[in-house]
């Protein structure tokens, strides 16, 4: 009874042990916010698993689109193989990301958003799509931290090498690579322009 009260004890440390340390419940947006950092150095000793990422990734679904128009798609690299062929895609990033455990490559499809009837409603165009993009891309770099993750979004990347190894179609413009894993120090916060530069009331 007692070893079986033990080892019922040991398994459920390990269990413990084994979960992502993720910011506590309760924890405010605000302190989202401000722990998010663009992280650089990441803990080659945790892994993330693919149920994790279709966590994060449900997050990116309650985004909000043009005309609902939900154009961002996301490819990840999770197994080693994909992990280490995207590491070669991501130029001058590859020392700070090289210990992430997981990479995910956003894109959009073209002609979606900011369109009607194939024809772009006005001056953007396609960039819509992007705008799109990168609101996506922000629940999920939010929802990561909420978790207990970490990201560095990555516009530095290799697009050609990135379409071929993922066979990404030609319809879809393909945005940033997101590296995904824990941090191995604390970030600093880069300076932020004061809000009367950046703002004005009226
Ligand atoms: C579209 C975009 C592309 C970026 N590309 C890179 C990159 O290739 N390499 C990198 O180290 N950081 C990259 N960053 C991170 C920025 O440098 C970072 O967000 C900025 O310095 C502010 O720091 P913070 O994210 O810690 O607040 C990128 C950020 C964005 C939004």
Known sequence: MRKLLFFTLAAFAIMACNQSPRVESGVSFDEVLASRRSVRAYDASKSISEAEVRELLLATQEAPSWANQEPSKYYVAIGEEKRAAVLE?????????????????????????????????????????AYDNGLSNAYLILKARAMGFDTLIMGMRDTDALRTCFNIPETETIMAVIALGYRAQDPSRPERRPLEDVVRFF
């Open 89 to 129: 895609m991501v130029g001058g990033n590859k020392d700070r990301v090289a210990n992430a455990p997981v990479f995910i490559v956003s894109t959009f499809e073209k002609g979606k958003s900011g369109f009607f009837r194939g024809m772009a409603v006005d001056e953007l165009g396609d960039s819509w799509g």
